[in-house]
């Protein structure tokens, strides 16, 4: 972009939104004082009580054997109760509004999109967000965005 360099993730989604505010969903980072609070934190719930669990379980599952290494049974194991427990959080957080925001879906929703896919297809979690209604709700309308259905069936 004009020499502008940018290398993790986060900073280029939310660098992406910021420039082209009128293309896809309005308002994946919102602009409201309040409503941006919400989507801080929700922001940091997904990097801190989600996605260090969901990235270690990938790790052991799908990426150490990729690289000829063994699992460790034991992580995974530890991950997943953890995650669980983070899940039991998210689920009071989702019986009260619809997102983890508040009732608009924003781009902390959305990032639990790539890792989540990745443990309920190839790392053999298929039930890890069902048994919870309110996030089990939440993540077939997140799984179920179209482009996101358009995404996956690319790949």
Do not use: C, M
């Not at 669990?53 to 997943?80: C, H, M, N, W, Y």
């Amino acid at each position: 972009d004009d020499g502008f360099i940018l290398y993790e993730s986060r900073a280029i989604v939310r660098y992406l939104i910021k420039k082209h505010p009128n293309q896809g969903t309005p308002e994946l980072i919102p602009t409201g004082l309040r409503e941006e609070a919400l989507f801080e934190q929700a922001a940091s719930i997904e990097a801190f009580n989600f996605n260090p669990f969901v990235s270690s379980i990938a790790a052991e599952k799908l990426f150490k054997p990729l690289r000829g290494l063994q699992t460790d049974v034991k992580v995974v194991e530890e991950r997943l109760a953890q995650l669980n427990a983070k899940l039991d959080a998210y689920e009071v957080i989702l019986s009260k509004q619809r997102y983890l925001a508040g009732d608009n879906v924003t781009l902390a929703d959305l990032q639990h999109l790539p890792y989540g896919t990745v443990l309920i297809t190839a790392g053999g979690y298929p039930d890890l967000f069902k048994g919870r209604p309110s996030v089990e709700r939440w993540w077939n309308e997140l799984y179920n965005r179209p482009t996101w259905q358009e995404i996956i069936s690319s790949n």
